[in-house]
């Protein structure tokens, strides 16, 4: 992301991550908004089914790679791969995965994929209740 100089009065994009369930009330206000004619701000929200999609988002790895994209805004896998010193074709396989989980977008950009990423911070939302989890759907 290029600096303005602006960015403290700019809003915080934040990636709600969930596990097993949405946030329907905040989709619910959104649609509300919408009808009464007004924009809403974005809610941008990924949910997961598995723990083992949690754990790839919250590994060390992972998090270098988010915010090397976030802070630097590298032109290719390459380029990402070189600043985070680690091997191209891991890094590689690396974003795949992320892209998968609808955390990274590679940007066809030329004979290049440019990596990008829309938030500026993750929220994640792990409940460890039984009565929000389903223990048959869970492994360790």
């Known amino acids: 992301m290029a600096t303005t100089g602006n960015e403290e009065h700019s809003p915080v994009r934040t990636l709600h991550v969930r596990f097993r369930e949405g946030e329907d009330e905040a989709l619910a206000d ?16 990924v949910v997961y089914h598995d723990p083992a999609d949690i754990h790839q988002v919250t590994r060390p790895r992972t998090l270098a790679l988010l915010r090397t994209i976030v802070q630097h805004e590298p032109a290719s896998i390459r380029e990402t791969a070189r600043l985070v010193d680690r091997d191209v074709s ?7 995965e992320l892209a998968d989980l609808h ?11 440019r990596p990008s990423v ?18 048959e759907n869970v492994r360790a």
């Open 103 to 113: 955390l990274v977008e590679l940007i066809d950009d030329g004979n290049a994929k």
């Open 90 to 96: 891991q890094v590689h396989r690396n974003l795949q």
């Open 118 to 135: 829309w938030y500026d911070a993750i929220d994640i939302d792990l409940p460890l209740t039984q009565s929000a989890v389903d223990p």
């Open 30 to 45: 959104a649609l509300d908004a919408l009808d009464r004619g007004e924009s809403p701000d974005p809610h941008l929200e």
